[in-house]
T-cell receptor, first 113, second 109 residues
């Protein structure tokens, strides 16, 4: 069990550019969650997948954000036309079918200049 | 509206000085209350899950307790390596976690 991995760990981009983050969950975990965390705050829920189905999206997830989980394995989160307000830590978590515990990855730190 | 509030926002302790962190919550349909530890620049690390009032869990110098409206994380004789941000979260019926803003603990030697 290698834990949840996220890539890249850091991303610096210019306003208006598109960025994509990847999350690899713990193997055989069928549930995958994306959260966003700004400095001094707790993580905020963005979206949730069970297998390949996206079951819930937060109001925080504007039209510029899209997430996918093809084949129910890894997931990607894309932000189009980035804005300075998108600067945050993007966290991914996975959860197996027999437990309520979500295990988090190390996060991707996004800085929009 | 589902909500989690943690207090204090920051806590400074001397090594060996015991204290408690508070997590108050309002949620419709609690599926569990979670405590995580987060070090700077890293993802949250799972500590405990509590499900029902009166439940207690312990791990080394940490003990988590739960009532119908709040949870406490008790830290006994803390060491400098316990310095971190401690996050409390509730799981809703849909499975997502709602977090408090965290308590940043600093333990001085």
């Amino acid at each position: 069990d290698t834990g949840v991995s996220q890539n890249p760990r850091h991303k610096i981009t210019k306003r208006g550019q598109n960025v994509t983050f990847r999350c690899d969950p713990i193997s055989e975990h069928n549930r995958l969650y994306w959260y966003r965390q700004t400095l001094g705050q707790g993580p905020e829920f963005l979206t949730y997948f069970q297998n390949e189905a996206q079951l819930e999206k937060s109001r925080l997830l504007s039209d510029r954000f899209s997430a996918e989980r093809p084949k129910g394995s890894f997931s990607t989160l894309e932000i189009q036309r980035t804005e300075q307000g998108d600067s945050a830590m993007y966290l991914c978590a996975s959860r197996g079918g027999m437990t309520d515990t979500q295990y988090f990855g190390p996060g991707t730190r996004l800085t929009v200049l | 509206e589902d909500q989690v509030t943690q207090s204090p926002e920051a806590l400074r302790l001397q090594e060996g000085e015991s204290s408690s962190l508070n997590c108050s919550y309002t949620v419709s349909g609690l599926r569990g209350l979670f405590w995580y530890r987060q070090d700077p620049g890293k993802g949250p690390e799972f500590l405990f899950t509590l499900y029902s009032a009166g439940e207690e869990k312990e791990k080394e110098r940490l003990k988590a307790t739960l009532t119908k409206k709040e949870s406490f994380l008790h830290i006994t004789a803390p060491k400098p390596e316990d310095s971190a941000t401690y996050l409390c979260a509730v799981q809703t019926l849909g499975g997502k976690l709602i977090f408090g803003q965290g308590t940043t603990l600093q333990v001085k030697p």
